[in-house]
């Protein structure tokens, strides 16, 4: 009796977790492929630290720009190293937050020639820290539409 209580639990807990990452992964357009990279701090300037809730972004579409500009990071050449830019460019969002959020991609839509890209910040467990830092989500995005005009970027749950 109780190896059946056991498999329907395990079993019910394994399409909970199933669902939850389903419902967790980013809505895009068909046609596109993305890949993301969090990282803490600031890819371009270790010393420049974003205020509260300042925000940014940069579309960086070939090889060269992207080795210039990044910081000499191991986890971020492995990125750009994997980036075809041929076909896929990197969009570059970052903000300033205390240190325990992550930056999250919720979903990419299609607008006219652009993009709007939603992106949330994951709450921790500890609500109470408020130390500062830049926040780096990198957006690898591969997309048969390859002309772009605008991006709109929309930053949820602060």
């Not at 009796?1 to 977790?17: C, H, I, P």
């Not at 075809?84 to 990197?90: A, K, Q, V």
């Not at 949330?120 to 408020?130: G, Q």
């Not at 926040?135 to 709109?152: A, C, F, G, P």
Request: hydrophobic residues 35%; charged residues 30%; glycine residues 8%.
């Amino acid at each position: 009796m109780n190896r059946r209580k056991f498999l329907a639990v395990g079993g019910l807990g394994l399409g909970v977790g199933y669902a939850w990452n389903r419902s967790r992964s980013p809505s895009i357009p068909s046609g596109m492929t993305v890949d993301t990279l969090y990282y803490e701090g600031n890819i371009f300037d270790a010393r420049d630290v974003f205020g509260p809730r300042e925000e940014s972004h940069t579309i960086i579409t070939d090889e060269e720009t992207a080795a210039s500009e990044f910081r000499a990071v191991e986890q971020l050449s492995h990125f750009t190293e994997e980036t075809d830019f041929d076909e896929s460019y990197t969009l570059v969002v970052q903000n300033g937050m205390r240190s325990e959020d992550d930056l999250e991609l919720d979903s990419i839509e299609r607008i006219g020639d652009g993009l709007r890209v939603a992106i949330s910040i994951d709450k921790p467990l500890i609500p109470d820290h408020d130390d500062l830092i830049t926040h780096t989500l990198l957006i690898r995005i591969t997309d048969e539409k390859s002309v772009l005009d605008s991006v709109d970027i929309n930053i949820e749950g602060y």
